[in-house]
């Protein structure tokens, strides 16, 4: 199996997850990694073995690396991506990778121009719990869906994160941090969407750090919405609400719920690969679904707060490079992530207008990823 080396330009804490990972996928050998801030390039570094500390220009330059992991803040992802691409390397960003369709456009102009591939995050679609519904749908179990609820609600990123100023500024907020996990999700489990309606507002118009961390107890300005209530329309006819929010400090909400014909499947947080599947059919009894046995369904982790989690992110980058290898289409690729941003960003439009707003962009279903298919990436 050929071995693309890989970068990582963006040193903070998402930086951890990419790096404790990548050692389960063959395709993939992360060589270095870089930051503005070279101290935290060094600092990084010196936790892997095997892994070296870039200036940026240098990475870019490095003749050992083919493919480079975008990990820098939102606001940087369009701008770095770039640069990753006239450096003649395969580019894969954290979500979102871009802010706007026009930079998007400008990406994939110039990675078809040199022959190059873009990916982008999420990549927890691909977890065996969310393929197992896949599964489900496909199989017809439930009957055709037709409608759905989704929540994402909490109280704000200021209470764990450290540095969490730019989720309040814009190219921040729920539906750009977290709605690319649902959205995606939703497209991969239900096709593309055709149209969509928000309402929004903003809950505080500060925000005080109460992390355990130096900042603690500083002020932040809060510039975008952090509520929104938005209906998204699929070309396959479903119609999903979908709320996103950092006003909520408690609820009782199914992270997704997808209504059917035949009965009514309980998709788990689309933030993570595994968790617990229930459906029911027309008997209306509410039951659990045994998980299939799929590798990225497997518990491998303890989250923060003492619940055990199926955790493999990197999976999209493994598959990518394998599928560049492959000369297949990489799961998290350009257009899935272009059509997430396109629905994401109307949310917001329509959140500001009012009025619905019609979706200029369109993709094709990811491949679903087999227990076998799974297999195949991990070393």
């Given at each position: 199996?050929?071995?693309?080396?890989?970068?990582?330009?963006?040193?903070?804490?998402?930086?951890?997850?990419?790096?404790?990972?990548?050692?389960?996928?063959?395709?993939?050998?992360?060589?270095?990694?870089?930051?503005?801030?070279?101290?935290?390039?060094?600092?990084?570094?010196?936790?892997?073995?095997?892994?070296?500390?870039?200036?940026?220009?240098?990475?870019?330059?490095?003749?050992?690396?083919?493919?480079?992991?975008?990990?820098?803040?939102?606001?940087?992802?369009?701008?770095?991506?770039?640069?990753?691409?006239?450096?003649?390397?395969?580019?894969?960003?954290?979500?979102?990778?871009?802010?706007?369709?026009?930079?998007?456009?400008?990406?994939?102009?110039?990675?078809?121009?040199?022959?190059?591939?873009?990916?982008?995050?999420?990549?927890?679609?691909?977890?065996?719990?969310?393929?197992?519904?896949?599964?489900?749908?496909?199989?017809?179990?439930?009957?055709?869906?037709?409608?759905?609820?989704?929540?994402?609600?909490?109280?704000?990123?200021?209470?764990?994160?450290?540095?969490?100023?730019?989720?309040?500024?814009?190219?921040?907020?729920?539906?750009?941090?977290?709605?690319?996990?649902?959205v995606t999700n939703l497209v991969q489990?239900?096709?593309?969407?055709?149209?969509?309606?928000?309402l929004s507002n903003k809950g505080r118009?500060?925000?005080?750090?109460?992390?355990?961390?130096?900042?603690?107890?500083?002020?932040?300005?809060?510039?975008?919405?952090?509520?929104?209530?938005?209906?998204?329309?699929?070309?396959?006819?479903?119609?999903?609400?979908?709320?996103?929010?950092?006003?909520?400090?408690?609820?009782?909400?199914?992270?997704?719920?997808?209504?059917?014909?035949?009965?009514?499947?309980?998709?788990?947080?689309?933030?993570?690969?595994?968790?617990?599947?229930?459906?029911?059919?027309?008997?209306?009894?509410?039951?659990?679904?045994?998980?299939?046995?799929?590798?990225?369904?497997?518990?491998?982790?303890?989250?923060?707060?003492?619940?055990?989690?199926?955790?493999?992110?990197?999976?999209?980058?493994?598959?990518?490079?394998?599928?560049?290898?492959?000369?297949?289409?990489?799961?998290?690729?350009?257009?899935?992530?272009?059509?997430?941003?396109?629905?994401?960003?109307?949310?917001?439009?329509?959140?500001?207008?009012?009025?619905?707003?019609?979706?200029?962009?369109?993709?094709?279903?990811?491949?679903?990823?087999?227990?076998?298919?799974?297999?195949?990436?991990?070393?």
């Amino acid at each position: 199996m050929t071995q693309l080396g890989v970068g990582i330009i963006g040193c903070g804490n998402i930086s951890k997850a990419y790096l404790d990972l990548a050692p389960n996928f063959k395709a993939i050998e992360v060589r270095a990694v870089a930051d503005i801030n070279m101290e935290a390039a060094h600092g990084r570094a010196s936790e892997y073995e095997g892994v070296r500390a870039e200036t940026v220009d240098a990475l870019l330059a490095a003749s050992d690396i083919d493919l480079i992991i975008n990990l820098t803040i939102p606001a940087a992802h369009f701008e770095v991506t770039k640069r990753i691409l006239d450096a003649g390397k395969h580019a894969y960003s954290e979500k979102p990778y871009v802010l706007t369709l026009a930079e998007g456009e400008e990406l994939r102009a110039l990675s078809e121009a040199k022959g190059l591939r873009v990916g982008s995050a999420p990549d927890t679609f691909m977890g065996g719990a969310h393929q197992m519904v896949r599964e489900i749908i496909d199989s017809g179990k439930v009957g055709k869906i037709t409608s759905g609820t989704c929540h994402f609600m909490g109280a704000g990123m200021e209470m764990w994160h450290p540095n969490p100023d730019f989720f309040f500024q814009p190219g921040g907020g729920p539906v750009l941090d977290m709605g690319p996990y649902y959205v995606t999700n939703l497209v991969q489990l239900l096709g593309p969407v055709s149209r969509v309606a928000a309402l929004s507002n903003k809950g505080r118009a500060t925000r005080t750090i109460t992390t355990d961390c130096p900042r603690k107890g500083e002020v932040l300005d809060v510039v975008v919405d952090t509520n929104f209530h938005a209906l998204l329309q699929f070309e396959s006819g479903a119609a999903i609400t979908v709320s996103l929010s950092w006003d909520v400090f408690a609820h009782e909400h199914q992270n997704m719920e997808l209504y059917g014909t035949e009965g009514a499947i309980f998709v788990p947080d689309p933030n993570f690969f595994g968790g617990n599947v229930r459906m029911a059919g027309t008997d209306q009894e509410v039951k659990d679904v045994p998980l299939w046995e799929h590798p990225f369904s497997v518990t491998n982790m303890v989250d923060g707060q003492g619940n055990d989690r199926a955790n493999y992110r990197t999976a999209g980058v493994a598959d990518m490079a394998q599928a560049i290898v492959e000369g297949r289409p990489h799961r998290c690729s350009l257009e899935l992530a272009t059509h997430a941003i396109d629905v994401l960003t109307s949310i917001m439009k329509s959140g500001e207008t009012g009025q619905f707003v019609d979706i200029s962009t369109t993709c094709e279903r990811p491949a679903a990823v087999t227990p076998d298919e799974a297999r195949a990436l991990m070393g």
